[in-house]
Each structure stands twice: as C-alpha cells, then as structure tokens.
C-alpha cells in the first residue's frame, strides 16, 4: 500500500513486469528507504511537506516506510516513480 497524504494506491509488481514503480522498488531489493535520489536533481527551498508510507511484501520480507518530504519535488527526486499516485 502506498500513501502520499490522503491519496493511497496498492502497486502489485511479479517477475517482469516493466512498470516503472516496480523496476525501480527492484533496484532497491524492494525497500522504500533504499530508493536512491536521483543524481543532479535539485528542488526550491520551499517547505510545504508532504508525508509518504509504503507497506507491504517483497519477496516475503515486510516492509514498512514512512517519511516526511520538505516539498513534493524532494519526494519525487528522492523515490522516483513509487510515490507517484
């Protein structure tokens, strides 16, 4: 399950699939906090937070992340496409 704020959505992701949410939680073996930010991203200064979770199965490992962003931008460059609801 993924929530950003008050939007929530469930990403389903099996072997092979191209969506890009799953390729990029594939990278990171499946673990929100390991996504990478992405190199040469910059945001503005603004604080306007903006507080994400994820839980769920990879693999059969539980995961549960939870994180508060400065702004949407920080969160985007940060997780990429698994926030993107």
Do not use: K
């Amino acid at each position: 399950m993924i929530t950003v704020g008050s939007r929530t959505a469930t990403l389903s992701c099996a072997p092979g699939w191209s969506d890009p949410a799953c390729t990029a939680l594939e990278r990171a073996g499946g673990d929100p906090g390991r996504l990478q930010r992405r190199e040469g991203a910059s945001c503005t200064m603004e604080y306007s937070p903006v507080h994400a979770t994820a839980t769920g199965v990879w693999d059969g490992r539980e995961y549960q992340y939870e994180r508060t962003f400065s702004n949407a931008c920080e969160l985007a460059v940060t997780t990429g496409p698994v926030f993107q609801i």
